[in-house]
């Protein structure tokens, strides 16, 4: 079985294309268990779940379930790609980012 759950936090503002197919793309900032730092992961969604993904603010923390999805291609120069993401099925708002936490003293973002 191919199913995955993730909980974190959108960590840029979510991309959204809307036409033939629609989408829309997000980075998670997943929290690593028992060490510091974060896995930043790649998450997309496909059709009308697109409307309930782009009211999401960045910041916010969710839950999200989908599978695993990779791909692998050759670029024009001959060299091997892969990527790994997740594509979602169904997105849940945890909590919205609170206002005094968007930015730090000197106006710069805060990483979640």
């Known amino acids: 079985m191919n199913k995955v759950e993730l909980e974190g936090v959108v960590a840029f503002d979510i991309v959204a294309k809307f036409g033939e197919k629609n989408y829309a793309t997000l980075t998670l900032n997943v929290a690593r268990e028992g060490v510091s730092g ?5 998450v997309v969604f496909f059709g009308d779940i697109v ?3 782009i009211k999401i603010a960045k910041k916010s ?6 599978k695993l999805n990779s791909s692998s291609w050759t670029t024009k120069d001959g060299k091997k790609m892969n990527s790994l993401n ?3 099925s169904k997105i849940e708002l945890i909590a919205e980012p609170e206002k005094e936490d968007f930015f730090v003293e000197g106006g710069e ?4």
């Open 61 to 66: 923390r969710v839950n999200i379930i989908g």
């Open 109 to 112: 973002d805060v990483p979640f």
């Open 86 to 88: 997740v594509i979602g």
């Open 51 to 53: 409307n309930d993904v």
């Open 38 to 42: 974060y896995d930043s992961i790649r």
